[in-house]
């Protein structure tokens, strides 16, 4: 019985001084460049804004993550098309007076003493030290705002203090086709990263810096598997070490400042097992969205122990009127009527009217709802009403915010290029991407 007291007092005692560090840990949110990946969701808006399964925006998930690891100070560094992510943000995240916690953005700005924009990663949050500098912390979390996954950072923290690490890099263990996209990482018996290899290509490399069979074992795999450590974008730092590698003047992270800093501090990794996507791309985008639909997703929005938040909009909730629907999400405030709805994900205010069939795709719904006088000189002048017209086929597709698709349109990127800029829609990697605010008109075969 006392032993039992005694592991009790030091489990409390331990998640304390746990609890204690977390709460003097600063996250860091690099809000993107221009997003080119993403184009021609990111034209109006920044990566972290994009509309995100219906209902949430990217950024909704490292804040989540770090509201849900107990950290309360965290910045979010924007820089292009910022305006939309800047209202969400605002109109989404504000702690009580009582907590000291606090979402702010730090948009790139122009000083006497530098009027350049951000040059990279490392280069934004140096430009932003003096704002740091305000905070009472001792470690920093540099995160992005354009993954989907679901990471306590407390566990990463525990591994960064037992450590006794000056940098944590979180990984993810790949197949050897992925591992070309990547920053891939050796590491020793102990965690200690000991080479950086930025997306290897030749099979000889490749070879060289897969994970050893202790790293397998480590991982719970056979000796007979091949994988990679790669780098997930999340770095631990130290303050002082932070700011003492900000000084060489790097200007990007995960190519400049880990691969030094490997040589001269402790860096370690922190080998990270759940579900984790980088939707950089419109490809990864359309499929991590897609995914979702499926009975058991490995990203699921239902876990309530740790919750994605998001803007609280009181919007109705959706009406279905004698629709088929199979294996999709329907987000708030939704009409459809008598439409087949199949594997897709339909946003916010997403009216899909009757007869049309949507498959795979993604709509992000609207702003807002049209009201009869709208309507009514929608009809007077031809043009479509927001959202699916009637007898509509759609696709493969991405439709973004306020749409108007009309009556008796066929939208698909079958039998197209994978690359292609039309006049009223782009084809990214085989999908098909109706912009935002576009006009589909009546009968339109894309």
């Known amino acids: 019985m006392e032993n039992e007291i005694a592991r009790k007092v030091l489990f409390m005692a331990s998640a304390q001084v746990l609890y204690d560090q977390i709460r003097k840990t600063l996250a860091i949110i690099l809000g993107g460049g221009r997003g080119t990946r993403l184009q021609p969701l990111t034209l109006n808006r920044a990566k972290p804004a994009v509309p995100l399964a219906g209902k949430y925006r990217l950024v909704d998930i490292p804040i989540s993550n770090c509201i849900n690891s107990s950290i309360r100070s965290i910045y979010v560094l924007t820089q292009f098309n910022s305006a939309s992510l800047h209202r969400h943000i605002t109109q989404t995240y504000s702690f009580d007076q009582f907590t ?63 450590k006794g690490a000056d940098l944590t890099v979180a990984t ?107 939707v950089g791309s419109i490809k990864a985008f359309f499929d991590a969205n897609i995914a979702l639909t499926e009975n058991l997703p490995r990203f699921n929005f239902f876990d309530m122990d740790s919750p994605i938040f998001t803007r609280p909009r009181f ?89 108007r698709i009309g009556e008796n349109c066929s939208i698909t990127p079958a039998n197209k290029p994978e690359e292609l800029d039309g006049d009223l829609y782009y084809i990214r990697e085989g999908i098909i991407v109706i912009p935002k605010g576009a006009v589909i008109p009546h009968g339109t075969v894309i």
């Open 172 to 278: 993810i263990p790949v197949s050897r086709s992925d591992a070309r996209d990547f920053g891939i990482l050796q590491v020793d018996q102990d965690n200690r990263i000991t080479e950086f290899v930025e997306k290897p290509k030749e099979p000889d490399l490749l070879d060289k810096v897969k994970l050893p069979p202790a790293g397998l074992a480590q991982l719970g795999k056979t000796a007979e598997q091949e994988l990679y450590l790669a780098s997930m974008g999340i770095y631990l730092f130290n303050k002082e070490v932070l700011f003492e590698l900000l000084e060489k003047n790097l200007t990007d992270f995960g190519n400049h400042i880990i691969p030094q800093a490997i040589t001269t501090h402790q860096v370690y990794a922190y080998m990270f097992e759940g579900y984790w996507e980088d």
């Open 100 to 162: 000291n916690g606090f979402v702010d953005i730090l948009a790139a700005e122009q000083t006497y003493k530098d009027d350049t924009w951000y040059q990279g990663t490392a280069d934004a949050v140096r430009k932003n030290i003096n704002h740091f500098l305000n905070n009472d912390f001792e470690y920093a979390i540099i995160l992005s705002g354009d993954q989907l996954y679901r990471l306590d950072y407390r566990f990463l923290l525990e591994q960064h203090i037992d």
């Open 315 to 403: 919007l109705p909730p959706s009406k279905i009127n004698q629709a088929e629907i199979q294996h999709s999400i329907i987000a708030d405030g939704t009409i459809i009527n008598h439409a087949s709805v199949s594997n897709s994900v339909i946003g916010i205010r997403t009216v899909i009217d009757q007869g049309a069939r949507l498959y795979k795709t993604v709509t992000m719904g609207s702003d807002f709802y049209e009201i009869d006088s709208s309507l009514t000189e929608n009809l007077r002048i031809g043009r479509p009403a927001i959202g699916i017209g009637k007898n509509t086929r759609i696709e493969n597709a991405i439709i973004d915010k306020n749409a």
